[in-house]
């Protein structure tokens, strides 16, 4: 069962990083503190409509399997009393 704990702790390790990676790599929609930084200034980089539909798809990927390792860790910890 430790075993299959730390493989959780970093498959969560690498998801929160991951996430907070995609997160950041999104368009600013504006108003917000992505103008604050910069992200008023308009780019051709991140007009692609197919690019940031595959962005959103990664990232709520990343945030489910972010979700259920907190979840299965905490059923772990939970039933063995650690």
């Given at each position: ?52 539909r ?17 979840v ?11």
């Open positions: 069962m430790q075993i299959l704990q730390v493989v959780l702790q970093v498959i969560l390790g690498i998801t929160s990083l991951l996430l907070t990676l995609m997160i950041l790599l999104h368009r600013g929609r504006g108003g917000g503190l992505s103008d604050m930084f910069g992200g008023g200034v308009t780019s051709n980089l991140g007009a692609s409509g197919v690019a940031e595959n962005l959103n798809r990664i990232t709520i990927i990343l945030a489910l399997v972010w979700v259920s390792t907190i299965v860790l905490g059923l772990i910890t939970r039933f063995t009393g650690l």
